[in-house]
């Protein structure tokens, strides 16, 4: 199947929203709508283009102003040709780094708590999105060290209150994995946006969609999705970002590309920076 790159005109809509694809069944753009669905899942073999998707979702986000972290688990190199876009402040490829990452975004959490309650009137915060690309290999892999079983519980403790807790002060997650059972099942419940692209079985199909109707072979950035707004899950064709393909770089629409990012970021998340620099305000 030929790759959909995206329009630009796509991201003319709703200041809220994401293009994700294509929805081959009523042939409308399928987009995420942060409001109603704060975190997205998607769950892919090898090869069949979650780690693209995700890039794509990163260009969507760079394009609307807003603030972007990655933690590149899968060990591909899809989120490491982010770190020099505009907006993204982090991606982390190495166990400590994203602990240390997960940390600080524990800090920029309780900062906007804190404000929020501090002054209910303030206007709503720069969203921050947080990009886990295979999020199965932390569960595999992540402090198996038994000697570590403290760090272990705080980094998912951490997780865990980032996907409960900040979608009421615009920090939403976007994350990959292999298989849908090595999400957590705590954090998968939360992840109301949900793809799969690539081959799907049964068993996915009813984990993901509760239908094992939905699913088999599928080529690669193809699949189904199930978003709130839809009455059904769809046939789905994900778009790929100007440029994507080519060296990965992203050709940025120069009417849509804010000319200077404002973080509004309570927290230094640049890992470059040592040590902790606390609040930037």
């Known amino acids: 199947m030929t790759p959909l790159t995206l329009p630009l005109a796509s991201l003319m809509g709703s200041e809220k929203t994401v293009p994700l694809g294509h929805d081959v069944d009523s042939g409308t753009d399928v987009h995420w709508d942060l409001a109603t669905s704060p975190h997205l899942m998607t769950i892919a073999p090898s090869g069949a283009g979650s780690s693209m998707l995700l890039r794509m979702i990163a260009f969507g986000v760079t394009q609307r102003g807003w603030d972007i972290v990655g933690i590149a688990a899968s060990g591909l190199p899809g989120l490491q040709l982010l770190e020099n876009w505009p907006g993204v402040h982090a991606v982390t490829t190495t166990g400590d780094g994203h602990a240390e990452l997960v940390h600080r975004l524990g800090h920029e959490l309780r900062h906007r708590y804190a404000d929020m309650q501090q002054d209910p009137g303030l206007p709503k915060l720069t969203p921050l999105v947080v990009l886990v690309?295979?999020?199965?290999?932390?569960t595999r892999t992540m402090f198996q060290d038994q000697t570590k079983s403290r760090e272990r519980a705080e980094f998912w403790n951490s997780l865990?209150?980032?996907?409960?807790?900040?979608?009421s002060v615009g920090i939403h997650v976007a994350l990959s994995s292999c298989d849908h059972e090595l999400v957590p099942s705590d954090?998968?419940?939360?992840?109301?946006t949900r793809i799969a692209l690539g081959s799907c079985d049964r068993t996915t199909a009813t984990g993901l969609f509760d239908d094992s109707r939905y699913g088999g072979p599928a080529d690669r950035g193809t699949g189904w999705i199930s978003i709130p707004t839809l009455s059904s899950v769809r046939t789905f064709q994900g778009f790929v970002m100007p440029g994507d393909?080519?060296?990965?770089?992203?050709?940025?629409?120069?009417?849509?590309?804010?000319?200077?990012?404002?973080?509004?970021l309570y927290t230094n998340l640049d890992l470059r920076e040592t040590p902790y620099a606390g609040s930037a305000r």
Do not use: C, K, Y
Not at 160 to 167: A, F, I, P, T
Not at 187 to 192: L, P
Not at 245 to 263: C, M
């Open 187 to 192: 954090i998968r419940a939360q992840m109301t």
């Open 160 to 167: 865990w209150q980032l996907v409960h807790l900040g979608r």
């Open 245 to 264: 393909g080519t060296e990965g770089e992203a050709e940025f629409g120069q009417d849509l590309r804010p000319a200077s990012v404002q973080p509004g």
């Open 133 to 138: 690309d295979g999020i199965h290999m932390l």
